[in-house]
């Protein structure tokens, strides 16, 4: 069956802007998480979703960072008032439960200039 | 801050040559992920270890976690051009949310 899937591939924006980064889990899959990749890092964990409510934002670095999911499968990663240091890999992942291995999209590339 | 510790950064091999990667933690790990990831790529699920000693092979690959939980190592066999990329340690230290390490940089010389 088809994996996670990332949508947009790339984007770039200018500083101060808005943006939305859209995941799409594989079907069936009740846990969903974003991470966020630096160069040259390994990926750092933003939040989790089991089923449509968020269990875990604890990894927001801040309050111009929201996700949702309404319905318990896409997921849209949330950012207000760009800053140039968003910049970065945003990865999508799912799994069938919590306890279940986490398979990851191709990732969206953020760039704020 | 990273709380495991991968090592080497990188390495490049010749193709055919054996090679060991490691990660450490400073805690107790539930479990251990292994991931290996491509340049503008995500991650590729390799192998998963939660059981202390516990040993699992993949083609070239195997993955081992020691007896106290705190360090586990990937060896590849035999090296090809296709083993090629970055390795990602993961650990599942409160549940649910992974940490991951650094990652290390593999090259294989043809």
């Known amino acids: 069956g088809a994996g996670v899937s990332q949508t947009p591939s790339n984007k770039v924006t200018e500083k101060g802007k808005y943006v939305e980064l859209r995941c799409d889990p594989i079907?069936?899959?009740?846990?969903l998480y974003w991470y966020r990749q630096s160069l040259g890092q390994g990926p750092e964990f933003l939040i989790y979703?089991?089923?449509?409510?968020?269990?875990?934002d604890s990894g927001l670095p801040n309050d111009r960072f929201f996700a949702v999911r309404p319905e318990g499968s896409v997921s849209t990663l949330k950012i207000q008032r760009t800053e140039r240091g968003d910049s970065a890999v945003y990865l999508c992942?799912?799994?069938?439960?919590?306890?279940?291995?986490?398979?990851f999209g191709p990732g969206t590339r953020l760039t704020v200039t | 801050s990273q709380e495991l510790e991968q090592s080497p950064q990188s390495l490049i091999v010749q193709e055919g040559k054996n090679l060991t990667i490691n990660c450490t933690s400073s805690?107790?790990?539930?479990?251990l992920y292994w991931y290996k990831q491509k340049y503008g790529e995500g991650l590729i699920f390799l192998m998963m270890?939660?059981?202390?000693?516990e040993e699992k092979s993949h083609e070239k690959i195997t993955a081992k976690l020691d007896e106290k939980k705190q360090q586990s190592s990937l060896h590849i066999t035999a090296s090809q051009p296709s083993h090629a990329g970055i390795y990602l340690c993961?650990?599942?230290?409160?549940?649910?949310?992974?940490?991951f390490g650094a990652g290390t940089i593999l090259r294989v010389k043809s």
């Open positions: 992942a799912s799994s069938r439960d919590q306890t279940d291995e986490q398979y």
């Open positions: 079907s069936g899959h009740t846990a």
């Open positions: 979703f089991q089923g449509t409510g968020a269990a875990d």
């Open positions: 805690k107790t790990l539930y479990g």
């Open positions: 270890l939660q059981k202390g000693g």
């Open positions: 993961g650990a599942d230290m409160w549940g649910n949310k992974l940490v």
